[in-house]
Every structure is written in structure tokens, then in C-alpha cells.
């Protein structure tokens, strides 16, 4: 599992935070620096600690709701630490249809987790999300940056193995 910013220590913590400042640098002034720079600092904790929500902020001349507002409306940000590996599983209309509920119950026998919880050793993370653009091959899910579709309940044992 991710590790809270705040729980790091000091040493790390700083560290850390100048590499925020680094991504800040490198993005600040290029078109769309918003996505891209909350994009790298959750690469950097695996979730978008808030402590680095304001020099965001300055440096693109832009409100910290605005911040959060971004960090909250997308589905791929995590504005806390969540499990090592993210599966997001569509629950929108194309694949509810196809067997999304079917995807989730094998996923839950799996992992023992609901939706928005994380298993206990911090490994998995589950979430509903609306679309992942793959309608076609409903249903679908991701885990971490891989796709797949046509997902059947039976497939979900493997497909897990696959990330362990
Ligand atoms: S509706 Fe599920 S991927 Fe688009």
C-alpha cells in the first residue's frame, strides 16, 4: 500500500517534496500542466497527498479547490493512500449489462473487499468506476495501467495471479 506522505520519514518526506517541485518545474508552463502534474506526484505516492495541493496551486496560479476539485472529479486519482494494486472495474450501463455484478462478486470472493476498500496487507484496492472507454468489450476493468475486456468471472483467479 501507499504510505501517507505524512507517516514517511523526514528525510524521505523531504525528499520527496523536492521532487514535487521538480514535476512543478518541468510542467508549470505547458498546456494542460494541471493533469500532468497531479498525474506525476500520485507516480510519486501512489495517491495525491494534500500537502502537496498548494505549491501546486501557486505555481499555476489557480485555487487549491481547483486542486481538488480536479483530484476528486477523475476516477484514476486517489486523494488517499490505497491498496499496491488498483483494480477499477466499469459499472456503467454497456458493461452492467454484460456481467459487471457477476465481475465484482469474483473479485470480492478473491480479495474479501468492497468497493472503495483495500485489502488488509495493503496489496489490492478496489473501485467502481464509470467508463473506461473500452465499451465494445464490455464488461472491462483495469488493474493498475492494463485493460482487459470481455472479463469473465471465472477469468478473474488468473487475471489477479497475473499482478501478484
Ligand atoms: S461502459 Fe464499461 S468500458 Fe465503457
Known amino acids: 500500500m501507499s504510505v501517507a506522505l505524512e507517516k514517511l520519514p523526514s528525510q524521505l518526506r523531504e525528499q520527496r517534496l523536492k521532487e514535487v517541485d521538480q514535476v512543478i518545474l518541468r510542467h508549470r508552463d505547458r498546456p494542460g500542466a494541471l493533469l500532468t502534474i497531479l498525474t506525476e506526484i500520485q507516480d510519486l505516492f501512489g495517491y495525491l497527498p494534500e500537502a502537496t495541493f498548494k505549491p501546486v496551486a501557486q505555481a499555476l496560479g489557480i485555487p487549491v479547490s481547483q486542486i481538488w476539485g480536479v483530484a476528486t472529479f477523475y476516477t484514476l486519482f486517489n486523494t488517499r493512500p490505497r491498496g499496491r494494486h488498483m483494480i477499477r472495474l466499469c459499472e456503467n450501463a454497456p458493461c452492467h449489462i454484460q456481467g459487471t455484478v457477476a465481475v465484482l462478486e469474483a473479485i470480492q470472493r478473491e480479495l474479501g473487499i468492497a468497493p ?39 477469468a478473474i483467479p488468473a487475471i489477479l495471479d497475473s499482478h501478484r
Open 116 to 154: 472503495g476498500e483495500d485489502t488488509q496487507d495493503g496489496e489490492w484496492g478496489l473501485e467502481l468506476v464509470s467508463c473506461l472507454g473500452i465499451c465494445g468489450v464490455a464488461p472491462a476493468l483495469m488493474i493498475d495501467d492494463q485493460v482487459y475486456g470481455n472479463v469473465r468471472p471465472e
